[in-house]
């Protein structure tokens, strides 16, 4: 028996069909959500927790531009500064879990945990660790009108003139002003610290004379080192930086057994699926492998780290008694 057909009208059709379409989208929606190949299918969002221009946010940069190509997605890089970075680092905090909002941070996630007492997260569990992609120095640079010439020249007058020299900081209680107040205590070397909202800032007013100096990622002044604009002092690490290799380091220069090595990697939210963390930590890998990135991140001062997700979580075990330590012995508090 044949059963006669009514048509009807586009918008009874589009009624009747809607919910199908739904269901589809949904189903295309959450089998990209749960297919890690397919990650990421929409644009990825990198928070940097400091302002443009700083070493964080070039190499940030560079390897957000290589991301992008080769996951067909645009990446945005986001400078959501304030608050020693925990402003940054609250709002990924809050983010979805789904490998779209990333964070980048280095020592300063441990430090930030050790300094604030009333962060608005939870600074050793609001985080999954993605990679560690590069350690490096910090260096002690002057502007060169200041006539400090050496190391042994700016330790001398920081002690013989206390607060003297005012010193530009990239972030009030990050690692150059934890790495310089163990430098103090072993010296009695005292300077009049200014804090900034990051590396970028600080280094503008060493160059422009507001400031004397810096203690800051080598990578941020490199090219202002080459130049002359700043003149370098010294290296924190144990090695001298083959981007400025004529560079001593403050155990050669003064300091024996001194070393203090900073590093930059990126975070996902808690809870974030650990097969779309191992995609992002291989993409990144991949895009450092690159002879191109390599070199132009070498050149900058960067040395190449990498390693697993795991690598970085154990590297967080060890750094925090290290740095609880040496913030303990100095008095920094911050509120």
């Known amino acids: 028996m044949l059963r006669s057909f ?3 009208s586009h918008s009874t059709l589009r009624a009747l069909l809607a919910p199908a379409a739904l269901t589809l989208a949904l189903l295309h929606g959450s089998s990209h959500a749960a297919d890690p190949a397919a990650f990421p299918h929409r644009p990825v969002h990198i928070v940097v927790p400091v302002a443009p221009g700083g070493s964080a946010d070039k190499l940030t940069r ?23 970075g925990t402003i940054g680092a609250a709002r990924v905090a809050k983010a979805a879990p789904d490998g779209y909002t ?8 441990t430090l930030n945990a050790i300094l604030f007492p009333d962060l608005a997260y939870d600074g050793q569990k609001a985080f999954a660790p993605v990679i560690k992609a590069v350690v490096n120095p910090q260096i002690l640079v002057v502007n060169p009108r200041t006539g400090i010439t050496s190391f042994a020249d700016y330790l001398a007058r920081a002690k013989a003139r206390p607060d003297s020299i005012s010193l530009a ?11 310089h107040e163990i430098i103090a205590q072993e010296t009695g070397a005292k300077v009049n610290y ?6 970028a800032p600080a280094t503008l007013d060493v160059l422009g004379g507001h400031a004397d100096a810096t203690l800051i990622t080598l990578a941020a002044v490199t090219e ?16 001298r930086s083959p981007a400025l290799p004529d560079v001593p380091t403050m155990a050669e220069a003064g300091l024996p057994g001194f070393s203090v090595e900073s590093w930059q990697g990126y975070f996902v939210p808690a809870g974030t699926p650990p097969e779309v963390i191992q995609k992002i930590n291989r993409d990144i890998q991949t895009v450092m492998a690159s002879p191109e990135v390599r070199a132009k991140l070498e050149d900058m001062g960067f040395k190449v780290a990498g390693g697993s997700p795991s690598d970085l979580a154990a590297s967080l075990r060890i750094e925090r008694p290290k740095y609880a330590q040496a913030i303990k012995a100095s008095g920094i508090e911050l509120r």
Do not use: D, F, M
């Open 6 to 8: 009514t048509p009807c």
């Open 224 to 239: 202002y080192v080459r130049a002359g604009k700043l003149r370098a002092l010294a290296v924190t690490t144990a090695y």
């Open 194 to 199: 200014i804090p900034y909202s990051g590396g």
């Open 169 to 179: 900081l990239p972030g009030n209680g990050g690692i150059a002003h934890v790495a």
């Open 62 to 84: 560079i390897l957000g531009e290589r991301l992008s190509t080769l996951w067909g997605q645009t990446v945005v890089v986001e400078n959501v500064t304030g608050a020693s």
């Open 102 to 109: 990333l964070l980048q941070q280095g020592e300063g996630l």
